[in-house]
DNA sequence: TGGATTATCATGGGATTTTACGGAAGTCAA
DNA sequence: TTGACTTCCGTAAAATCCCATGATAATCCA
């Protein structure tokens, strides 16, 4: 199965045109789509990708649509609503909706990285994910020094 | 079954290509896979290697993708983020990215030594492999002095 | 057995293809 | 026409493929 992994920093031309990185695109074919679902993360900061299966699957999850039923998951109606389909053009590229750059403080001319997840992707400014990356990793590390303790000692692995 | 084992020392040429122990190719190759996934050791030292599906299994275990929680086990996106998937080449080489090898101190032109380590094998900057190796040895040594004994020696993971 | 022949492997150096990306020309609707 | 978008083309850098070489290990055969 093929997964999206790794990070890669791409230019946003002035245009707003993007390269969505090869390797991303690859992986989209082989799951048969020539298409990226774009959607911004539920705290803002950033915008999350993902092929349409991943969409189906969510709606799924949240029960589809039921004509009685007043409220369902709202945000996972607020998430459909912001949802936007893009394609791939011949060169690889993807044009992304201005409003949602400057929610993720991406600046047309500069630069955008792609942040693979493994069923997915995100696209964030690359100094707001590096920050965030160094969080997570001094989250993660101070819980392993915490307790997890587990075998002889070594903190290796 | 077949296994990652020994330790092969080669050449990172200047356009920062590496051939892969021909062993270790086989292992692979048994195992069925074409391509190598890898991703910095969590200490950050060297780099870890492994097969796509011990990423489907990670995966898995976190659950998948889920746009609607803030965020997953963070760790699971960090080693996401960092991994990559290596196409093994007709000569049997692999470029690492020049970050990796810059993190894992291997200079492109320089060694690298090939780690088994069973189902999984890690790549090092020979010289921190030696060292670390010694290292681990007095550990064990000096446990056994006091006492210790129980298992295979190594309390390496 | 021992010496010659033949694989296999790690590595170097081009040559070719792909990729990211800028710009220009074409398309369409208002 | 004007402005927004799309398709097309050119380019430089980078990744990938292809072949040559030397070294070592495996094989063969008198």
Avoid: H
Wanted: hydrophobic share 40%.
């Amino acid at each position: 199965m093929a997964l999206f992994l790794s990070t890669y920093v791409n230019k946003v031309d002035k245009k707003g045109r993007v390269s969505v990185p090869s390797r991303f695109r690859s992986v989209l074919v082989d799951k048969g789509f020539e298409t990226v679902v774009l959607f911004p993360t539920i705290n803002g900061d950033a915008i999350d990708a993902c092929g349409m299966d991943v969409m189906e699957n969510l709606l799924e999850k949240i029960g589809g649509f039921d004509p009685l039923s007043e409220d369902r998951e709202s945000y996972a109606d607020v998430l459909m609503s912001d949802a936007i389909e893009l394609a791939v053009d011949g060169d690889g590229r993807i044009m992304i909706p201005l409003d949602m750059l400057i929610d993720a403080d991406i600046k047309a001319g500069g630069q955008c990285a792609f942040v693979g997840r493994g069923d997915s992707f995100q696209i964030w400014n690359p100094d707001a994910f590096a920050a965030r990356k160094k969080l997570a990793q001094e989250r993660t590390r101070s819980r392993r020094a915490a307790g997890a303790g587990s075998n002889g000692g070594s903190d290796d692995e």
